[in-house]
């Protein structure tokens, strides 16, 4: 079972890396029979700077459904999945274009612990005050 995403900025400035799983012909498709693989090929889907202004990203089950976030300056996002779940999050590495015209990568999948290479800088919230459901009286 997997489930949407939803990525949007608060502040700052991101690059969103995306990639889609494809099979050999090239169709998409979802990540649930693959997650005992170890090399996955995967379509690019999208290469994006992302700012406050930027409309939410929708990730799906079968479009975008590996994606990388990198902070181009101090920024906050909000990566929220969408219920029904699955609690199974893989890391992935990528390992070599296939295939330039499709650009299609091969990835690597390194299980379901970060390798060394990952890494998140906790800072305090300096950003506008943020109200998900536009009630500015709420509490949260």
Known sequence: MFSLRLLMVLFGEVRLECYSVSNSEGDLKDLTDLSERSIIPCERSMDT????????????PTVNNIHKVIAEKDSAFFDCLIPPYDNNCHFYNVKKLIDSKKDIYELECTGSHPDDSYHTVRRQYSGEKFYPSG??????
């Open 135 to 140: 009630d500015h009286k709420k509490n949260f």
């Open 49 to 60: 700077i992302l700012r406050k202004d930027s409309k939410p990203i929708i990730l799906t």
